[in-house]
């Protein structure tokens, strides 16, 4: 990496792990807040927790398309002002309903789209794989921090103390965006070729980005009765997230180096496929020790998380990246 790509990287990742720190933090602790409010469990306090994931959802698409026709860096400006104000009414709800409509505006800053299209603007072919793996990195490395001083944080500031510190990294990340250089500030030689993969192509990669996720979602849905019956309470859960996710970076930046270099993609990406495949069976049959386990697991799923995305933003025309 050139040092212009190295201060790219480092902005991007630490724009989002500012925004996504702060709201991993919530997340423990949101149910009994939300329930607290409601009174009674429901449909509200469900709502408040997956507000946010709702409008994510609905609006990654058309704020990437914003971003290829207004520019990556006025997308991702107003994502964060949106974030930000939608953390701040979050922080002063009274009641469950103001708290899932807070929620909803919040999940509004839809901007994981618009960002991992800068990284690619702003990055060579031959190192955005391992830019986005740095990037992914620290995100996973801020969820795994967050669950851990989230609800230490909680005992002192409460849940909208929590809230109003998410508004207030949102505003840092926007300082942090001042200085991702633009895709136009690139040399010649650094710029990005423009892809030309057919959408059925794309359409390939991008249902293994959704794969991917939906495996991790099911890890994180499951593993913890499997370590609950095992007796680790749940406090203690994250001993063991911490130090599989950790050692698994070991070997996924050589492997992207190796895999980079002649033709080895191919054979790296369905090796680590299988390697996914088979922990994710050993824990469904719990047959194996867990440590190492899920440590193949984070392996094959780190791999692949910074390699799909790259090979979508290499194939994708720039202009509809």
Do not use: C
């Not at 509200?44 to 927790?49: E, S, T």
């Not at 794989?129 to 995100?139: W, Y």
């Not at 959704?210 to 406090?235: I, N, T, Y």
């Amino acid at each position: 990496m050139t040092q212009l790509e190295r201060r790219a990287t480092a902005a991007v990742a630490s724009i989002l792990v500012l925004r996504m720190a702060t709201l991993f933090m919530v997340l423990p602790v949101l149910a009994p807040y939300a329930l607290g409010l409601a009174g009674q469990p429901g449909l509200a306090v469900g709502l408040a927790i997956g507000a946010y994931g709702l409008t994510q959802a609905v609006l990654q698409i058309p704020f990437g398309w914003l971003s290829d026709r207004i520019g990556r860096r006025a997308v991702i400006a107003l994502g964060l002002l949106i974030y930000a104000l939608g953390s701040w009414l979050a922080a002063d709800a009274q009641s469950v309903e103001a708290l899932v409509a807070a929620r909803l505006l919040q999940g509004g800053g839809a901007i994981a789209s618009a960002a991992t299209a800068l990284l690619a603007d702003v990055t060579r072919d031959a190192v955005r794989t391992t830019a986005m793996a740095i990037v992914g990195a620290s995100i996973g490395a801020a969820f795994l921090l967050a669950l851990v001083i989230g609800p230490v944080l909680v005992g002192v500031a409460g849940v909208p103390g929590l809230f109003q510190m998410a508004s207030v990294g949102a505003g840092l990340a926007m300082l942090i965006l001042l200085v991702v250089p633009s895709a136009q500030a690139l040399p010649a030689e650094l710029q990005t070729r423009t892809g030309s993969a057919g959408l059925s192509d794309l359409f390939i990669l991008d249902l293994g980005v959704f794969l991917l996720h939906a495996m991790l979602a099911a890890l994180f849905v499951g593993l913890p009765f499997l370590l609950l019956d095992q007796g680790r309470e749940l406090a203690e859960h994250w001993r063991l997230y911490l130090p599989a996710m950790l050692l698994s970076l070991l070997p996924v930046f050589p492997l992207i180096r190796w895999a980079e270099q002649g033709d080895r993609l191919g054979k790296v990406f369905a090796v680590l496929a299988l390697a996914l495949l088979v922990a994710s069976m050993a824990l469904a049959l719990d047959i194996l020790h867990v440590l190492p386990v899920i440590w193949l697991f984070f392996v094959g799923f780190n791999w692949l998380e910074a390699t799909l995305p790259s090979l979508v933003s290499r194939r994708a025309p720039r202009q509809r990246r």
